[in-house]
C-alpha cells in the first residue's frame, strides 16, 4: 500500500511586529482586553506579497527534503487571500519555482485550507495520481483587513509555511483524517470584498472590505467542530487521546484551544500554542505550528500528532499524522525575504491610510501584489 510521507517542512514569517499596543494607538482596545479574551500578544504584518511568502517557504520546505523544484508533481496552493480570481495562485507559485509541469491547484476553505489540501494531496500520491507534492498554506490578511473594526482587527496576522509529501510504502504521514462544514453558519464569518481584477479600469469599483464576524458563536462552533472531529479522528484510526503525542491546533484563541484540549481529553502541555505570537493566520497557522513543534524538538520518530482547525464557512476538519523517522532537515536553504524598512504599525497604517471615496481600503486590492511581475509569469 501506498503512504504519502512529509519529508520537507518550512515556514517564511514577515518580520514586522504588530503589537497589542500599536493596535490600541488606532482603536479603541488595549493589550488587557486582548490578552485575556484570546490569548494574542502580536501578530506579524508582511511588507511583501503573499506568493513571495509563499516563495521562500517553499524553497526551504524543498530544502528540508533534499529536493528540487523538479521533482514536484502537485502543488496545492491553502489561502484565502489572493487577488485575481482566475488564474489560480498556485500557478505562479509553480513557474517562480520552476516546478515544470507539475499540476497546480488552489484550496480555499479558510483557516483549514492547509488541512484540506494536505487530504487532497495526501490521496493523491496515495491513489497513484503523483508521487510528490508541495502543500502550501499563506494568508496575507492584513491587505484585506477593515482596520476600522476592533472586533476582527486584533485577531488576525500574515504568514506561511509549506511542507513536501512523497510516495512512501511505510505507514506513515495523513492516516486518517474528518473534514465537515457548517454550511448553515457561512453567513457568521464572512469578508465582503470584489477582486483585484477592476482595479486596472479607469472607472473602477473597488471590492468591499467588510466583515461579518460573530465572535461568540464562531467560538461555539469552532469548539464544538474541534471537538467532534478529532473524536471521530480517533475512532477512525483506532486511538485513544492517550496515545497522542502532540496536539497541532489552529490557533484563532487560546481559550478554544484549551476547551478542545479539555473535551478531547488531552493535557496543555501536549499542545502547541503559537497564538500569543502570532495570532490567527488562517491557512499558515496550522502549517507554521508543526514546523515551530519540529524546530522545538516537540515531534519525534514515530509521533502520533493530531491537527483539528476550523475556519469560515464554516469548514472544519481534524487530521491524523503519524511522523516518520526524521525530524531534522536534510539541508537548509539560503532564501531570504527582502529587507523590511517599515515597522508593522507603518505598514498597518500605510493600509489605513489608503481609502476610496467610500472609505475602504484599497490596500488589499492595490496590495503591491506581484512586485516583479515578471517573476511571476504576468505580463
Ligand atoms: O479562525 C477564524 C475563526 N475565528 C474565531 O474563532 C474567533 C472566535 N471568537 C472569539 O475568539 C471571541 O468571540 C472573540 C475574541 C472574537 C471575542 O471575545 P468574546 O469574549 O466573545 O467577546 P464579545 O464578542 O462577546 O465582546 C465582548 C465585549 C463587547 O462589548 P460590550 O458589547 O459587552 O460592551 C465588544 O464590543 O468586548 C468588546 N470588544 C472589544 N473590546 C476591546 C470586542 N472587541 C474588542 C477589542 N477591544 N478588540
Not at 294 to 317: D, I, K, Q
Request: a negative charge; hydrophobic letters at 45%.
Amino acid at each position: 500500500m501506498t503512504y504519502a510521507a512529509i519529508t520537507g517542512w518550512g515556514k517564511c514569517m514577515p518580520p514586522a511586529v504588530l503589537t497589542n499596543a500599536d493596535l490600541a494607538t488606532f482603536l479603541d482596545t488595549d493589550d488587557e482586553w486582548i490578552t485575556s479574551r484570546t490569548g494574542m500578544k502580536e501578530r506579524r504584518i508582511s511588507h511583501v506579497p503573499a506568493i513571495e511568502m509563499s516563495y521562500v517557504a517553499a524553497r526551504r520546505a524543498l530544502a528540508c527534503a533534499g529536493r528540487a523544484a523538479g521533482d514536484i508533481d502537485l502543488i496545492v496552493y491553502g489561502s484565502c487571500s489572493y487577488d485575481e480570481m482566475v488564474p489560480n495562485t498556485a500557478s505562479a507559485l509553480q513557474y517562480k519555482l520552476g516546478c515544470d509541469g507539475a499540476a497546480a491547484m488552489d484550496v480555499n476553505t479558510a483557516c483549514t485550507s492547509f488541512l484540506y489540501g494536505l487530504s487532497t494531496a495526501t490521496a493523491m500520491i496515495r491513489t497513484g495520481v503523483v508521487k510528490r507534492a508541495l502543500v502550501v498554506g499563506v494568508e496575507l490578511i492584513s491587505r484585506y483587513m477593515d482596520w476600522d473594526n476592533r472586533g476582527v482587527a486584533v485577531l488576525f496576522g500574515d504568514g506561511s509555511a509549506a511542507v513536501v509529501l512523497e510516495a512512501t510504502d511505510e505507514p506513515i504521514g495523513l492516516l486518517g483524517e474528518t473534514l465537515g462544514c457548517y454550511g448553515d453558519a457561512r453567513g457568521i464569518l464572512r469578508v465582503r470584498r470584489g477582486y483585484g481584477a477592476t482595479y486596472a479600469n479607469a472607472n473602477v469599483t473597488f471590492g468591499d472590505m467588510l466583515w461579518d464576524f460573530d465572535g461568540p458563536q464562531i467560538f461555539k462552533r469552532a469548539v464544538q467542530g474541534m471537538t467532534d472531529a478529532s473524536a471521530k479522528t480517533l475512532q477512525k484510526v483506532g486511538l485513544r487521546p492517550e496515545d497522542i503525542d502532540l496536539v497541532v491546533p489552529h490557533q484563532a484563541n487560546a481559550r478554544i484551544i484549551e476547551s478542545v484540549a479539555k473535551y478531547a481529553g488531552i493535557p496543555m502541555e501536549k499542545v502547541i500554542l503559537t497564538v500569543q505570537k502570532y495570532g490567527n493566520m488562517s491557512a499558515a497557522t496550522v502549517p507554521v505550528a508543526l514546523v515551530e513543534a519540529l524546530e522545538a524538538g516537540r515531534v519525534a520518530p514515530g509521533s502520533n500528532l493530531l491537527m483539528p482547525a476550523f475556519g469560515a464557512g464554516l469548514t472544519l476538519c481534524s487530521h491524523f499524522v503519524k511522523w516518520g523517522a526524521r525530524t531534522t532537515p536534510v539541508e537548509a536553504s539560503d532564501v531570504e525575504l527582502p529587507p523590511c524598512d517599515k515597522t508593522a504599525l507603518e505598514l498597518v497604517n500605510e493600509i489605513r491610510a489608503t481609502k476610496d471615496p467610500r472609505g475602504r481600503s484599497l490596500a488589499g486590492i492595490e496590495a503591491a501584489y506581484y512586485v516583479d511581475r515578471k517573476a511571476y509569469g504576468v505580463q
